[in-house]
């Protein structure tokens, strides 16, 4: 290709300053430019896109949020949730449909890993119990640094290729995680609890991670490596089509 290749990536639309908003409004919304900037060191142009038509574009990245609603998916509304926005779920869905309709790439991080799920038809944990990896950072309402902890990575897997290690270390920063798999999604990697952290899909140019990439403290090729499998499944689609 002569251009870069064009990725849309879906605006975030919840105001941290609004009142009432909770802490991690902030935080994603921060990292937003983070996914963003090791996007285009990739080697790909990003487009802040608001509505789902991707006319023109080569892939799509979900970046992270707030929740999704639980009715989406046939969960329980009573959970603990935050930063419900059925906007901001229009149009995160209604992107990864789009996009998989296409036949396009996709490279989700954290809810951009759950939003896949769901449009796949999967499920999710509305709220983790405690366990042994601690996933979840703060509480809302104090610090919110990154939790720490390792995952392994399936050897078959497309992001086992770049990494070229069974265990990374991942910075962590969810309370919800995957329950059953959606349609055609295959997990690439886990935590020592069983949560799923990466996934794939068995026929589409899909990949999406559970953890922050972008998240300060990553060493940078391990930073890189989502970014990196995903740039290349956009140019051998670009190459193909």
Do not use: K
Not at 39 to 46: I, P
Request: hydrophobic share 50%; aromatic share 4%.
């Amino acid at each position: 290709m002569s251009r870069l290749p064009r990725i849309a990536m879906p605006a975030r639309l919840s105001d941290a300053a609004a009142d009432g908003a909770d802490l991690r409004v902030g935080l994603a919304n921060a990292i937003f430019d983070d996914v963003a900037a090791l996007t285009r060191a990739a080697g790909l142009d990003v487009v802040v896109v608001r509505a789902a038509d991707l006319t023109g574009f080569d892939g799509v990245v979900l970046p992270g949020g707030g929740d999704i609603d639980p009715a989406r998916y046939g969960g329980d509304t009573a959970a603990s949730v935050y930063d419900v926005n059925a906007v901001q779920d229009d149009l995160d869905l209604g992107i990864a449909a789009a996009a998989m309709a296409a036949g396009l790439p996709i490279l989700g991080v954290c809810r951009g890993l759950q939003v896949l799920n769901v449009a796949c038809g999967g499920t999710l944990v509305e709220d983790l119990p405690g366990s042994d990896v601690l996933h979840t950072p703060g509480d809302g309402g104090g610090a919110l640094e990154w939790t720490w902890h390792e995952v392994a990575v399936a050897e078959s897997s497309r992001l086992r290729g770049e990494v070229d290690a069974a265990q990374i270390p991942v910075a962590s920063g969810h309370h919800q995680a995957i329950r059953a798999l959606g349609a055609g999604l295959v997990a690439t990697a886990t935590a020592d609890d069983g949560i799923v952290e990466a996934v794939e899909h068995e026929t589409l140019p899909i990949v999406a991670v559970q953890w922050h990439p972008e998240a300060e403290g990553t060493p940078a090729p391990l930073a890189a490596a989502p970014f990196a499998v995903f740039a290349e499944l956009v140019r051998r689609s670009a190459t193909i089509a």
